[in-house]
């Protein structure tokens, strides 16, 4: 990592903007890797990041930014803008991601309290897909006729149309540096947190739409590899919670089956991610308590 050659760009990158707006899927694009989709709690570390994008002479670190919004309702709220814009502080590059609509006074008063906290900032606006090909050039002309951004962007995170123009305007932006990070590294999540990940994401594929909101993954253990006593494959073993009685059986299926065939559909994506062979032992599934019914989407 020390002999990053002359030229070569490194920073912190935050992706803010308000919810739904396509933050995640942006970043997934971007990567090019399943990364986390559902943000878990909140984090309280400040430099954490989400995802790392490293290409030839750069390097740039996503920050896990809380999502920012308009206006703080209530105290919640006005700790999350906080944050928000201590991240921004912090970063060296803001990305403003906005929908595809004319900016209302709410967009631009937001817009102005990027550029304020931003070292230098871009704004996208996204999912153009869903606007007709003649209203974009006048769409992206109306957020640029508002002056506060120098520049903005069209794209679409969902197709990835206009997703390599910003990957570019960000790495134009990024301060001379050296990589921070092993150039394969993805994510400073930990692997306990990408297996309840890779397990959460195989529940969303592999059963119908009411068993997902409905579950909870626990990794209960998870033991390295100890090459040196004989153990050559990372141990995890996890439990799926749910919400109902009837939802086990769908969950375990006949023999067991379907978890079975969850449980190896994660193994394969936890190996791919971790580049490296698991044990994923899925053991039972449990019912939350009937005291707390909303435990499964608090946990998700
Ligand atoms: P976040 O809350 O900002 O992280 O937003 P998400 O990435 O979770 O996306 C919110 C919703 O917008 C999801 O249903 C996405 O599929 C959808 N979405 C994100 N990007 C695009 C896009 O470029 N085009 C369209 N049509 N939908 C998108
Ligand atoms: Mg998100």
Redesign the pocket.
């Known amino acids: 990592m020390t002999d990053a050659p002359p030229g070569h760009r490194a920073g912190y990158v935050a992706l803010v903007?308000?919810?739904?707006?396509?933050?995640?899927?942006?970043?997934?694009r971007l990567l090019g890797e399943k990364l986390a989709?559902?943000?878990p709690k909140p984090q309280a570390t400040r430099h954490k990041v989400l995802g790392i994008l490293t290409g030839p002479g750069y390097q740039a670190l996503f920050l896990d930014t809380p999502?920012l919004m308009e206006k703080a309702r209530d105290e919640l709220d006005r700790r999350m803008v906080a944050r928000a814009e201590e991240a921004l502080k912090e970063a060296d590059v803001a990305v403003l991601?906005v929908e595809p609509r004319p900016p209302e006074a709410a967009d631009r008063e937001l817009a102005a309290r990027v550029c304020a906290a931003a070292r230098s900032a871009v704004l996208a606006v996204?999912?153009?897909?869903?606007v007709s090909a003649d209203a974009r050039a006048g769409l992206v002309e109306t957020h640029r006729a508002t002056g506060t951004f120098a520049d903005a962007l069209a794209?679409?995170?969902?197709?990835g149309?206009g997703v390599e123009d910003l990957r570019q305007a960000v790495v134009r932006r990024l301060p001379a540096g050296e990589p921070l990070y092993p150039a394969d590294q993805v994510t400073d999540r930990d692997d306990r947190f990408l297996a309840a990940e890779a397990l959460r994401e195989k529940i969303y594929a592999l059963y119908g739409e009411e068993i997902p909101y409905d579950t909870a993954v626990e990794i209960e253990e998870y033991r390295e590899a100890r090459p040196d006593e004989g153990k050559n494959k990372d141990y995890i073993r996890a439990v799926i919670y749910v919400n109902k009685e009837s939802q086990k059986p769908i969950l375990i299926g006949k023999g067991g089956q379907a978890l079975k065939q969850l449980g190896a559909a994660a193994r394969q994506d936890i190996e791919a991610i971790l580049e490296r062979p698991v044990f994923l032992e899925v053991w039972g599934v449990w019912l939350f308590s009937v005291d707390c019914p909303g435990a499964a989407r608090a946990l998700a």
């Open positions: 903007g308000r919810p739904n707006v396509g933050k995640s899927t942006l970043l997934n989709i559902v943000s999502g991601l996204n999912k153009i897909d869903a794209l679409s995170a969902l197709t149309e």
